[in-house]
């Protein structure tokens, strides 16, 4: 079972953490660093992963917002909390918010969907997003890279590779949770702050 399981990590783990990081994908870059530790795949591969789906996705919600404002998913998405304060923030900063709103947990996707309406040009999105998308893949892919390592360090060199796989899954669910605990957090704030101005 264990055997199996490496063995669809090894053959698909960088597609996973590809498409991980299209969508909110902290934990999968993680991870990607964390099997990059264990010698399932290369970090360079991780990280490039990583990159490319942060990159990607961020591109994709920033076209959809530009090319497509009233489709019926967009005008849903324009909807969700948070979207107007990504767009106040994008009009007033565009430069700073392209680079830091992937680091805000749960507003990245309207956070592309807002600079997609918002006045930026398609080429200053495009290369601040590319700037972002890399440092962010470096810093997560390194803290599961580290994370590993240390993980090796308390538990020892005796942990079998069915016992790695393991931990890193329960790695992967912790971040997970935690994630939407804050995004949880911050939506419901932006729900309050909202209704105040409304």
């Not at 899954?169 to 309050?192: N, P």
């Amino acid at each position: 079972m264990t055997d199996a399981i490496h063995h669809l990590i090894e053959q698909y783990g960088l597609i996973a953490v590809f498409l991980g990081c299209v969508a909110e994908g902290e934990s999968a870059a993680i991870l990607g660093g964390f099997f990059a530790h264990q010698h399932v795949f290369i970090l360079w591969q991780a990280f490039l992963a990583a990159a490319l789906g942060a990159f990607i996705g961020d591109t994709f919600f920033f076209t959809l917002g530009r090319s497509f404002a009233d489709h019926p998913s967009v005008l849903r998405l324009k909807a969700r909390p948070g979207f107007s304060h990504a767009y106040r923030l994008v009009s007033s900063h565009p430069n700073i918010f392209v680079l830091s709103n992937r680091y805000i947990y749960g507003m990245r996707l309207v956070g592309g969907i807002a600079a997609g309406f918002a006045d930026i040009t398609v080429t200053r999105f495009v290369i601040l997003n590319a700037i972002s998308s890399l440092v962010w893949a470096a810093l997560f892919s390194t803290v599961g890279y580290v994370f590993g390592l240390g993980a090796e360090r308390i538990v020892g060199q005796a942990l079998a590779r069915h016992e790695r796989l393991l931990i890193a899954l329960a790695i992967g669910l912790i971040v997970a949770i935690l994630a939407w605990l804050v995004a949880r957090s911050v939506a419901r704030k932006e729900r309050v702050k909202d209704a105040r101005e409304t």
